[in-house]
């Protein structure tokens, strides 16, 4: 009996963490490639991510700077990374949080994400 029951819990742990898409790397993630952490910005900032350990479809990522939204790409490159580039002419000098989140096929969105600081400078 306690054989029988230890599959069954082993079975719901499984299954469950094939609904909300996780694997045994861990759940899934927002990987910001770049720009480097603390790197400095002017005019131009090309901002990279990658959507990693996600079985769902990604329909967009949107890219966010200091919690608001500043972009969105709905295509990926052939490596499966999207980007914006982000017109930090018009920021506040100083430091600045880029984050990211994902919306995905199921309707569903992934707010777990890197976060990287850069500083705005100007030219």
């Known amino acids: 009996m306690r054989t029988y029951l230890m599959w069954a819990i082993i079975v719901v742990v499984v299954l469950s963490g ?5 694997s045994a790397c861990g759940p899934p993630w927002i990987d910001i490639i770049e720009p480097d952490e603390d790197a400095d910005v002017s005019a131009g900032c090309k901002i990279v991510a990658k959507v990693l350990r996600c079985s769902v479809e990604v329909k967009s ?3 966010l700077v200091d919690f608001e939204v500043v972009g969105t790409d709905d295509t990926a490159d052939e490596e499966g ?3 914006f580039q982000w017109d930090a002419a018009d920021a506040w000098v100083g ?3 880029i984050t990211a989140q994902a919306n995905l096929a199921n309707d569903e969105v992934l707010e777990d994400s890197d976060e990287v600081k850069v500083v705005v400078k100007k030219e």
């Open 18 to 22: 094939l609904v909300v898409g996780t």
């Open 61 to 63: 990522v949107e890219f």
């Open 81 to 83: 990374k999207y980007s």
């Open 95 to 97: 430091e600045h949080l």
